[in-house]
């Protein structure tokens, strides 16, 4: 290693030194940096140097103690500072034309000479690394490939300061502004224009010739390095160089319309949503003739619940109509600025009409204009007003102008928009049916690699109660995961891996749950039928109410009935009531959602009832669906039995549970299932016909219950031989299920109590248990329970 200057003569003094294995320069800070990393990375490096008059260094904000003189601030954006040693040792002089690489960005910058006392920094505007995106690790070269002569330079603009048309006076300011520079294709650029910076793209370079150089220079390129001979060709721009602006039509077509990645044909599902608003589009736009000197109301609202595709299915129908159009988001638009928002919507309708025909889509109307309000602010106020004026001006015109707006929360729309001869024509997106679940399916699975049949497809789509598109979406995601996750697992033959299976969607099932059940989703156990001793007339009553009606709807309608509503659980405490309902929810794989009683109750007035109405409404949102309330009689207790507070509060969630089951709002594939132990509490309303139709007895288990319960739960424990089974099940005559189980834990427990290693359960065990675990159902409450079920039959 030895210090020396360029030339090679000794300099003891000199902060560079030159490797002599690699022949890099470098500082002494970076010595031991380098031994470890000889020779260093040419694409990753991890400390500075210099090698084959290229700087490989990281890019640091311009912070001048002075600024340069006689040099205009605009232009510093377009200059690279580097130490003067460093521009020495790289041969390149003040004010050269130099190359900055970072990544695969390359920019044309000047060289100019800093005082900072790191010699190997590379430093630029903090205008100049945001706008090229010139981050982290730099090259810095002298710029030696030939330059060509730009004849015209063709720009977009990328900047939120965008400017409606091109002007005589912008044209200008672009010729001034970029005199002498040197750009490649690609390459972004600013120019000031009152007060604001506009940014642009160099989209396509025209030219003929290139810039003439002497012979000693055509020589000097013939030994570039290796390095610099990248495909980047860079262009002078002169005073008579042509600029032309890409308009925003020209732009997409250049793009390859990527502004429509949605196409009709890609929509499954809405093919009759679709063409009743294609209908009304046709007219609005003058695609067909209307009756008359009529003019038909130029709006159209989609409306449904979140991830339904409202968005998908109105810009799918704009990309159809391939005509001019814009789509307003309110975070776009809205300017703190006093005026400011509503100019935005002027300028944009104005664009409209000398565009027309033309689509205007507003996302999310709702947030753009919430109803009015005392809570109104004077901003949202002053939109909605601004809106309805320029909807109104369009409205009575024949200007081939719609209005296209989406909303997942149609009640938040305020109503002097929602009235004819504005936005008037609202189709529902619902969310879907098995049969349109399959369509959808089928679209995004055919863009997927998969082994799934049609009948597979089906499967999926009766599974998915509840779902919506963006749960689909979410839901082939998943399996795609579940794919490569398989893939990578060793022992897979990848032919059939790289595909995605049943087996995968599957997976996903289980962790994919419908978007609108997010707030009340519950981790239901897994029990199943076969984990409950008996109960075989409960099991068919149950499964009547809530399977027989998905499997078999046809056959409700063959004989000209609905399906039971509701299904109400009696019986003694521990007699496996809401275990039935878990074994419900697990096996007819419908959304579940529980309601506990107190979450319900609320010291706010007609918050109780909001509670209940929220439930029902999250239940006919994704339904088919089971509602399970475990002990109703907490909710559901006869009225003017008292007229406390308390009792005020109950009788309106009461009737706010009435109404929601047989009210004017059908209930739809929603079950009620609820369980008590008190039935003659519960009010005579709620349980006619009609509301809960079916009230089943859970009664104390029989003999061939609890046998089956004991068979259920000593079948996983290590019992001796001579425990009957028999002898048990004769013991328990009048024990619930919960309590012959918990003599089967007690049992345990004492042997554990005699030896903690112990193995087995021995009949003295059971004995024990027997005789500290005794029946707790009264024969009264029996008697309650058969004089309540004589009265009802």
Not at 536 to 554: F, G, Y
Not at 676 to 697: H, M
């Amino acid at each position: 290693m030895t210090s020396k200057t360029k030339d090679g003569s000794r300099k003891s003094l000199s902060p560079w030194m030159t490797c002599d294995k690699c022949q890099s320069i470098l500082t002494l800070k970076d010595l031991t940096l380098h031994d470890t990393n000889c020779p260093p990375n040419l694409e990753k490096w991890n400390h500075n140097f210099i090698y084959n008059n290229t700087l490989y260094s990281t890019v640091e904000t311009y912070k001048p103690l002075e600024q340069p003189k006689n040099i205009p601030e605009r232009e510093l954006d377009d200059m690279v500072f580097v130490s003067q040693s460093a521009l020495q040792l790289c041969e390149i002089a003040i004010a050269d034309s130099v190359l900055v690489s970072a990544g695969t960005t390359a920019v044309a910058k000047s060289a100019w000479p800093t005082k900072d006392k790191s010699l190997t920094s590379v430093s630029l505007t903090k205008h100049a690394i945001e706008l090229n995106n010139l981050r982290e690790l730099v090259t810095v070269q002298k710029l030696n490939c030939s330059i060509n002569i730009a004849k015209e330079f063709i720009i977009c603009s990328i900047g939120k300061h965008a400017l409606p048309v091109a002007t005589m006076e912008l044209n200008i300011i672009l010729k001034n502004q970029n005199e002498h520079k040197i750009f490649a294709v690609g390459n972004k650029f600013s120019v000031p224009f009152y007060g604001k910076k506009l940014i642009y793209k160099i989209a396509k370079v025209i030219s003929n010739e290139s810039v003439h150089t002497d012979l000693p220079e055509q020589f000097k390129l013939l030994n570039i390095a290796e390095d610099q001979m990248h495909d980047t060709k860079f262009y002078k721009a002169f005073y008579n160089t042509k600029w032309t602006i890409l308009d925003e039509e020209q732009e997409n077509k250049q793009k390859g319309q990527r502004k429509f990645k949605y196409k009709i044909q890609d929509v499954g599902g809405y093919g009759e949503v679709i063409e009743n608003v294609k209908d009304v589009l046709d007219i609005g736009l003058g695609r067909c003739q209307s009756i008359g000197d009529f003019y038909i109301s130029k709006g159209v609202l989609l409306y449904g619940t979140a991830g339904v595709g409202k968005s998908i299915i109105a810009n799918a129908l704009i990309s159809e109509y391939n005509i001019n159009s814009v789509t307003i988001y309110s975070s776009d638009i809205y300017s703190k600025s006093l005026g400011e928002t509503e100019k935005k919507l002027q300028d944009i309708f104005e664009e409209a009409k000398a565009k027309a025909p033309s689509i205007i889509l507003i996302e999310e109307i709702d947030s753009l204009c919430p109803k009015r309000s005392t809570s109104s602010t004077d901003h949202e106020r002053r939109v909605l007003s601004q809106l309805i004026a320029l909807f109104d001006d369009i409205q009575n015109t024949h200007n081939n102008i719609m209005i296209l707006a989406t909303t997942s929360k149609l009640d938040l729309v305020d109503n002097s928009l929602r009235r004819p001869g504005r936005i008037d024509k609202e189709f529902e997106i619902y969310v879907p049916t098995p049969a349109m679940r399959a369509e959808i399916l089928q679209k995004m699975l055919s863009k997927i690699p998969n082994t799934l049949s049609v009948e597979d497809i089906t499967n999926v789509a009766f599974a998915t109660h509840g779902f919506v598109g963006a749960d689909l979406y979410g839901l082939c995601s998943q399996a795609i995961l579940n794919a490569v996750k398989r893939q990578q697992k060793p022992n897979t033959i990848s032919d059939v891996s790289s595909k995605v299976s049943l087996s995968d969607l599957d997976c996903a099932l289980c962790t994919t749950k419908p978007s609108a059940m997010k707030e009340v989703l519950i981790e239901v156990p897994s029990v199943r039928w076969s984990d409950i001793g008996g109960q075989k007339d409960l099991k068919l009553k149950l499964k009547q109410a809530v399977e027989w009606p998905l499997r078999h709807p046809e056959a409700f309608l063959r004989m000209g009935i609905n399906p039971p509503k509701g299904v109400l659980m009696f019986g003694p405490p521990g007699c496996s009531k809401t275990m039935i309902a878990k074994a419900l929810a697990t096996e007819s794989k419908v959304n579940f959602l529980n309601i506990k009683g107190p979450e319900l109750f609320s010291k706010w007035v007609g918050e109780s009832e909001k509670a209940v109405r929220e439930i029902f409404r999250k239940a006919r949102q994704v339904s088919p669906s089971i509602i399970f309330i475990d002990e109703i009689d907490a909710l559901g207790g006869e009225r003017g039995a008292s007229s406390s507070a308390g009792n005020n509060v109950q009788e309106r969630v009461l009737a706010q549970l009435l109404t929601e089951l047989d009210g004017v709002t059908a209930l739809g594939s929603v079950t009620l299932v609820a369980a008590t132990n008190r039935p003659d509490k519960i009010d005579k309303a709620l349980l006619r016909p009609g509301r809960l139709d079916r009230i089943i007895y859970v009664p104390l288990p029989d003999y061939e219950t609890r046998q089956e319960i004991f068979d259920i739960k000593l079948k996983n424990m290590p019992i001796v031989e001579d425990v009957q089974i028999q002898d048990l099940v004769d013991l328990t005559e009048g024990y619930s299920g919960a309590e012959i189980q918990a003599i089967c834990h007690e049992a345990a427990m004492k042997a554990l109590e005699e030896d903690m290693n112990a193995t087995i359960i021995t009949k003295e065990h059971f004995k024990a248990a027997l005789a500290i675990i005794t029946p707790r159902t009264p024969p009264s409450l029996i008697n309650l329970y058969n004089d309540y079920i004589n009265k009802i039959h």
